[in-house]
């Protein structure tokens, strides 16, 4: 059974950078089946995904528009985990982050089949 | 971008009704279209993929069609854990993978 467990502060103080940590276990975060990644549940934006990363021969990480210049999403093979970094906070980043698997489910098809627990980050200081 | 818009915005019904959930796309996602139902304090759970595909562990009471612009899920009998918010999401746009603004299904 696949699990992701998320780590990170629940408080960030405006303009400095949000950082949270997915542990993956009953998978690889290099799987070919597979794309990682990070979506946000806020009252206003509701569920926006904002950035995934994937391997196929090589790492391929892929963010959306509306916090492209902020973003960075790593894997680390060794811990098998993967992070988001969201710099220059405000206090409209404020919102339930999750982290979840995209897996391909065949013919094309591919579903976010395992999600983390989510970490509520308030932005404020 | 790809935008997801369901309908009703929330909904309120009994314990074994009938209950059906629409979600329309801005442009045509063939039948790249998922089903999640989420409950307060927890992450979304996957219920359909492919437009009516049931994922694996879920209850046969739900089920989804259509294909193109205009999808359904479907409830065939509520029951009390039923009672929460559902969402659809294209996964036609990947990585776009817009989700509609939900659908909060209550206890009358």
């Known amino acids: 059974q696949v699990q992701l467990q998320q780590s990170g502060p629940g408080l960030v103080k405006p303009s400095q950078t949000l950082s949270l940590t997915c542990f993956i276990s009953g998978d690889t975060v290099s799987s070919n089946n597979a794309a990682w990644y990070w979506i946000r549940q806020s009252p206003s934006r509701g569920l926006e995904w904002l950035g995934r990363t994937y391997y196929a021969s090589k790492w391929y990480n892929d963010y959306a528009a509306s916090v492209k210049s902020r973003i960075t999403i790593n894997a680390d093979t060794s811990k098998n985990h993967f992070s988001l970094q969201l710099s220059s906070v405000a206090p409209e980043d404020t919102a339930v982050y999750y982290c979840a698997r995209k897996e391909a489910m065949g013919r094309g098809m591919s579903a976010f089949d395992f999600w983390g627990q989510g970490t509520m980050v308030s932005v404020s200081s | ?108």
């Open chain 2, 1 to 108: 971008d790809i935008q997801m818009t369901q309908s009703p915005s929330s909904l309120s019904a009994s314990v074994g009704d009938r209950v059906t959930i629409t979600c329309r796309a801005s442009q045509s996602i063939s039948y790249f279209l998922n089903w999640y139902r989420q409950k307060p304090g927890n992450a979304p759970k996957l219920l359909i993929y492919a437009a009516s595909s049931l994922q694996s562990g879920v209850p046969s009471r739900f089920s989804g069609s259509g294909s193109g612009t205009d999808f359904t899920l479907t409830i065939s009998s509520l029951q009390p854990e039923d009672f929460a918010t559902y969402y659809c999401q294209q996964s036609y746009d990947t990585p776009r993978v817009n989700f509609g603004q939900g659908t909060r299904l209550e206890l009358k």
